[in-house]
Every structure is written in structure tokens, then in C-alpha cells.
């Protein structure tokens, strides 16, 4: 399966999981703990053993995001989507392997909701950041030599980017090569809980870090 079909099902894919983006963005009025500066930072750590590794800061200024990431080791010449996740209820974390709801030895987007929260902004290279972007495949970056150095100035709801300075967001990149054969297919893992014509290798995390 080529790049092509993913951008060709990217439209209803990004409706399920804006879906899935929008069910509970209601923002917390509390602020973190000591926290009293506008930049957060946090190491991205490797989620189901992609090997993926690297960084994410965030400058908070009103309703503009001055996003930059780094991410290493990501499969090669192919779309990463990427996101900035917030949810009220969801425990503003990054998940284990203990998320792992039906044993199958993978975390997916649904498995991380709980902890990571819905999207609340899509880091895409161009165009719209909001979360019904979260599926425009051919607005993600696709990580030349398997890295993506990512820098963005975003605008965002006044709500959204208090919880990011406050230390309840966190930073997701998603794409998994499981089979290593250069191509997002349905060998590598099966179909994607979020839309049946999506290879879940397109749509699990790789890399995740909280923004602290």
C-alpha cells in the first residue's frame, strides 16, 4: 500500500478521530504546580517499541504557540501526524503498556485517549492546526532520513493554550513501521481502530512526551 492511499482516506479518517478529538475538551482552570513561566518543555519517549526518541518545546504567548520538536528514528519518507493532545478528564500522561486494553501487544490512539487526552491542536506543516486536521496526511511532515526538526508558530483558543502553560499537554507523534518494509500497510499490525481503510501502522503513537 502506497503513501497515496493514505492521503486518498485521509478525509473520513480524520473525521473519526476528530471525532474522537473533540469528545472532551472542556479546559481545567487549575495551573501546574510551581509553574510560573510561559515556555514547556518535555522529553518524547518511545511508544510501542519504535525505537522513536527526541524533544518538544512550547512557548505560550496569549493564543500563539511557538511549537519546535525533534524526532529520531521515526520510519523513513513517510507521513508522521502529530499532535498536541489536552482533555480535562484525561490524566495529562503518557501511556505504558498496562494501557494495552485488548492484549495485543500494541497501545493505539483509543488506548492513549484516557491518558493523553483528545487532540486539541494537529502540528501540520501548512493550513489548519485545529483538531479536524488531525488525519490531513499530506499536511504532516515526513521524516527525511527518519527525522522530523519541526518548528510552527500556531494560533489556538485562549483556554487551549492556558492548559498547555500549565503543564497538561502533551505531545504526540504517531506512524509505525512494524514490518520495517518502508510502507504504511495492513500486514504490519491490521486496520486502524479509527477507520478500517487506514493500516493501523499509520495511526499508532511512536513517540510521546508531556509538556512540563
Known amino acids: 500500500m502506497k503513501t497515496k ?3 486518498v482516506t485521509a478525509a ?8 474522537l478529538a473533540l469528545g472532551g475538551t472542556a479546559v481545567a482552570s487549575g495551573s501546574y504546580p510551581g509553574h510560573h513561566d510561559n515556555k514547556v518543555s518535555g522529553r518524547l519517549n518511545t511508544l510501542n517499541n519504535s525505537g522513536v526518541t527526541g524533544d518538544a518545546r512550547v512557548k505560550v504567548e496569549g493564543k500563539k504557540l ?6 529520531r528514528h521515526l520510519a523513513p519518507n513517510l507521513p508522521h501526524a502529530a499532535h498536541i493532545h489536552y482533555g480535562a478528564q484525561a490524566s495529562h500522561e503518557c501511556p505504558t503498556v ?3 486494553a485488548n492484549r495485543d501487544f500494541r497501545l493505539n490512539v483509543a488506548e492513549g485517549l484516557p491518558r493523553y487526552g483528545p487532540i486539541a491542536v494537529s502540528l501540520t506543516t501548512s493550513g489548519d492546526t485545529s483538531p479536524a486536521s488531525a488525519l490531513a ?8 532520513k ?3 526538526n519541526y518548528e ?3 494560533k489556538t483558543s485562549k483556554d487551549v493554550a492556558r492548559a498547555i502553560r500549565n503543564g497538561e499537554g502533551v505531545l504526540v507523534v504517531h506512524g509505525v513501521d512494524y514490518n520495517n518494509n518502508g510502507k504504511y500497510d ?3 499490525a491490521g486496520k486502524s481502530e479509527l477507520n478500517a481503510a487506514l493500516p493501523a501502522e499509520a495511526t499508532d503513537p511512536a513517540v510521546c512526551g508531556v509538556l512540563r
Open 137 to 144: 496526511v499530506d499536511r504532516f511532515a515526513t521524516a527525511p
Open 12 to 19: 473520513s479518517g480524520a473525521v473519526l478521530l476528530s471525532t
Open 5 to 7: 492511499l493514505l492521503a
Open 66 to 71: 511557538e511549537v519546535d520538536y525533534t524526532a
Open 146 to 148: 527518519g527525522t522530523i
Open 152 to 154: 510552527r508558530t500556531i
Open 186 to 188: 495492513f500486514d504490519g
Open 98 to 100: 498496562k494501557d494495552d
